[in-house]
């Protein structure tokens, strides 16, 4: 079996072999907007044939720009597209293509590598790690009823009333096949500031790629802007009246932006439900709510997935927010890798070199894929057993200083 890279005329034997592994068909008809396949970069991609020349296997790459900790935007190889025919499954075909293809991201200089997994058992033994989170927040509309406390209440003086803070900005209803370049603008302001965002490449919302609102399938989309008028953020929706309002993503500048966003739905006429798809999860809306247990959480799951190709450098890359030093002990089964690295934080830059010195932490590089952006702490690992803490109060030091500003969290199907 050969793997080779593709190019733009290899595209129809690539999206024919990647489409039979999932069941699907080129030509069933796909919500009003591109096919997700319109963004494929051919330049990127893989394809596994055999000896005698029939196409089984096929991995892809995007080029994305990821947000780290500290507002820092760093190259990721967005790996997708990922199918080996059901003829040749489990025949070391993924193996051999994700050797592959690590391979060549290190050629091309790149540090990071990030993947939505359809399964969650096939990727870690590849050095991949769960690092964000997403969940579904429902709520029930006669429940919906905000409460944000307006002021703490002094000695001798009544305890403020429960309130809704008055919003200075303003709500616009639109349609999404109206919102031309509009949607493209914010998310691009929101995501350089969340740390977790993938960039969406211009391609992507002109060929509608992906998933709404990216694509352009019928859609209300409540935009939101501040006092002087400035888009800063909008949720996509589609009402299924009398029961459910389904929300496809929030963007917002900000927590009160999506508080406003998200008290624009919950006030929505007949229906009886509102579900918000992709909410971070500890959200601070369910916390909005006056009754707390009207917030129901559900699909709490993974959704992007960190591969370290450079260690050092994608340490260094990332901002910090304490300082801090510890000896990491790094086991990469799959590259065949193995290296210890003394991680000194000061002033929120990193320095990251070899060292002998003991080491504070043990782990794979799947479980460092998994604390890189924040989003998971070390002590969980450690308690999970998949992280070995080598002295007291390690963990702990590990937590702080891998956190990020805010939990990082990513809305970017691909
Ligand atoms: C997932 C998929 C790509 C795996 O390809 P494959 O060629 O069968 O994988 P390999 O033979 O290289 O398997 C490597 C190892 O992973 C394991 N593995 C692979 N896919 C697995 C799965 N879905 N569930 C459990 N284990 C899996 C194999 O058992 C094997 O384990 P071993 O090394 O201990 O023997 C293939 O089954 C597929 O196309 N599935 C449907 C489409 C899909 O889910 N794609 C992934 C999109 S993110």
């Given at each position: ?30 919500e ?33 720009e990821l947000?780290?900790?500290g507002?820092?935007l ?60 997403t ?22 003086s ?20 109206d ?42 989309v ?30 917002a ?39 707390f ?27 910090w ?22 991680l ?11 060292t ?59």
């Open positions: 079996m050969e793997i080779r890279p593709t190019t733009d005329q290899d595209f129809d034997v690539f999206v024919d072999t990647l489409l039979a592994p999932f069941g699907l068909f080129r030509d069933a008809p796909t009003d907007g591109g096919p997700w396949w319109a963004a494929l970069e051919m330049d990127r991609n893989l394809l596994a044939v055999t000896a005698d020349g029939r196409p089984v296997g096929t991995a892809g790459a995007y080029s994305f947000t780290l900790p507002e820092i760093a190259p990721a190889a967005g790996v997708t597209a990922v199918g080996v025919l059901p003829s040749h499954r489990r025949q070391g075909v993924l193996t051999a293509m994700m050797r592959h293809q690590l391979t060549d991201l290190r050629a091309r200089g790149e540090f990071l590598s990030v993947l939505l997994a359809s399964e969650a058992v096939i990727y870690r033994r590849f050095g991949y790690g769960p690092a964000t989170y969940s579904r927040l429902t709520v029930p509309r006669h429940r919906a009823a905000l409460a944000l406390p307006r002021a703490r209440g002094t000695a001798g009544p305890v403020a009333v429960p309130d809704v803070v008055p919003d200075p900005g303003s709500i616009e209803l639109m349609r999404r096949a919102c031309g370049e509009l949607l493209e603008e914010v998310y691009d302001r929101y995501r350089r500031t969340q740390p977790g965002a993938l960039s969406r490449p211009h391609r992507w919302w002109a060929s509608g790629a992906g998933q709404p609102p990216v694509a352009r399938a019928p859609r209300y409540a935009v939101h802007r501040d006092a002087d008028g400035v888009p800063d953020g909008y949720l996509s929706y589609v009402a299924d009246a009398p029961k459910t309002l389904t929300v496809d993503e929030t963007v500048a900000d927590d009160a932006v999506f508080t406003a966003l998200a008290r624009f739905v919950l006030g929505h006429d007949l229906v009886t439900e509102v579900v918000f798809k992709h909410v971070p999860p500890g959200h601070p809306l369910r916390w909005q709510l006056a009754d247990r009207a917030g129901q959480v559900t699909n709490d799951t993974d959704w992007l997935w960190v591969r370290l190709l450079d260690i050092p450098r994608a340490l260094t890359a990332r901002g927010f304490m300082d801090g030093e510890l000896v990491l002990d790094v086991d990469d089964p799959f590259l065949g890798e193995h290296g210890r690295y003394l000194t934080v000061q002033d929120g830059k990193a320095d990251c070199v070899p002998d010195r003991e080491p504070d932490l043990s782990l794979d590089v799947s479980d460092l894929g998994s604390v890189y952006l924040g989003g998971t702490a070390p002590s969980t690992l450690v308690r999970a057993g998949h992280i070995r803490a080598h002295r007291a109060g390690a963990a702990a030091l590990a937590d702080a200083l891998f956190g990020a500003e805010r939990p990082p969290h990513c809305l970017h199907w691909f």
